[in-house]
């Protein structure tokens, strides 16, 4: 019963959400950028909610805690000063002022209105929608099993009801419904995370940071160390695909230029970074403790002579917590799959309808169409997550082979776009090429189940951007206007886009 009540009351409040939104979302502008004019608070809310969901409560803080122990820890401070304080205080300012200026309202738009290339913002905006649907499925498969160990529920069952809320908010409202429900669901986040490292450390089989620590030291002395031989590299990996690989995801960038002003965004990095700090705390508090309260018994989470290590998390919290509180984190790891789900939604279904659909038809679509539209496509992909989530792969897998495309292809061309005048066309391409070459090579050799996906993952965020700068180096520069044009606060122009 408690937990009916948990997910009714949160249901209630999305539908009055969606209620809400919809009366104030009259057009494109509205549905996709909120009007930019999202406060700091909720654009902070909304950054750490897009950042933080099943695929970390649950995949990533499952295997990575029960893996490494309280090495898992280095996660937690890249995601906090990598992945959320040096991204605002990096990104947040100049992507605000420059998308502003340039009209942008996309990723692709700014990556082709920048390096003066309509086909680069076409190549981008594919990227995005086909890459960012294996990311949305790794959400769903998180909440899946959670539902499936704690309600004895079929997990696609679950999934279902999963697309179809988040379908009709989406529908209803876009950005405006996706901010004020982060802003809310970012609350219940905290709440609920606080609440769980109580019980985690209050557990009997850890009974407190001292002992649980002593504990693991038990088990296996590695467990305790920062760093061991053979955990630098996949946690350095670790640590660059989850930090870094923000800083090229266009659903986390899109939060900098939805802010009201810049003026926002000092206030907003601090609110962001200490969200970032609880959330992840609490998720790697409860992997890495996994060990004593399910006995450091692998038999629990092995299904055909495999581990499913996607299963630790949900075997934990229904092991220690009390019932109103599994409803409360219930609720919780809902609300972080719903937002992170609605933020790759809007952000692929925008870059789809704005930058490949809307050029293609012209003048034939007005505002009102181009939002019905917008939200059709929101349908269409929360759908197709959906089914690539039915299938076997781990949420890990999904979640680096996502990211490693995603952000590997954009993070080099918008970072050195922001900041690098020299910054040429033929390097975005290089740097693009090089990033799926990586991909693609990795995931033949090893398959995208291996353990070494998310190593290749990092690789492919990190090289092309030594790529872009050597091969822009040696090939043709752009005009002095056009970097006048892009690099200079005076009067804007339109854009031939």
Known sequence: MEYIICLAVYLAIMIGVSIYSKARTKNV?????????????????????????????????????????????????????????????????????????????TMPQFLGIRYKDPKLKIISSLIIFIFLVPYAAS??????????????????????????????????????????ADFI??????IGVCLLIYFILAAPEVNGITHGIEGLNSINPDLIKPLTKGTVLPIISLVIMTS?????????????????????????????????????????????????????????????????YDKIVPMVI???????????????????????????????????????IKPITGDKLD?????????????LFVVAAYF????????????????????????????????WKNATKTGVYASIISAILIMTGGVLKYSINSPMITTISACSMIIPIPVLYVVSLVTRLYEQAHIEYIFNKSENMEADL
């Open 139 to 180: 959400v769903y498969k998180g909440l899946g099993y959670l539902f499936q160990i704690t309600f004895n529920m079929n997990e696609r069952v679950i999934m279902l009801i999963m697309t179809i809320i988040t379908a009709l908010y989406l529908f209803a409202g876009g950005f405006l419904a996706a901010s004020i």
């Open 367 to 379: 505002d009102k169409k181009t939002v019905t539209l917008l939200r059709i496509c929101c349908i």
């Open 244 to 308: 870094l690989g923000t800083w090229g995801l266009p659903q986390m960038v899109s939060k900098f230029y939805t802010i009201k002003s810049e003026k926002s965004i000092p206030a907003a990095k601090i609110v962001s970074t200490i969200f970032a700090v609880i959330i992840t705390t609490g998720a790697y508090t409860m992997g890495t403790m996994s060990r004593l309260i399910l006995k450091n018994d692998e038999s629990l989470f092995t299904v055909n002579g495999k581990l499913v």
């Open 318 to 356: 229904n092991h220690t917590l009390p019932k109103i509180v599994i409803g409360i984190l219930l609720v919780v790891i809902l609300a972080a799959s719903m937002s992170t789900l609605a933020s790759i939604v809007l952000a692929s279904s925008t870059t789809f309808v704005m930058d490949l």
């Open 29 to 105: 502008d509205d549905y996709a950028l909120g009007g930019r004019s999202i406060p700091s608070w909720m654009s902070a809310f909304s950054y750490g909610t897009a950042y933080f969901s099943a695929v970390i409560l649950i995949g990533h803080a499952g295997k990575n805690g029960w893996t490494f122990g309280l090495g898992a820890f280095w996660i937690v401070i890249g995601n906090s000063l990598l992945g959320t304080y040096l991204a605002w205080k990096v990104l947040g300012t100049r992507t605000r002022e420059m998308t502003q200026r340039l009209g942008a309202a």
């Open 185 to 190: 669901q970012g609350i219940i986040m905290i």
């Open 388 to 419: 690539l989530a039915t299938g076997n792969s781990p949420i890990l897998s999904l979640n680096s082979l996502s990211w490693g495309v995603v952000s590997g292809c954009m993070l080099a061309p918008y970072l050195l776009g922001l900041y």
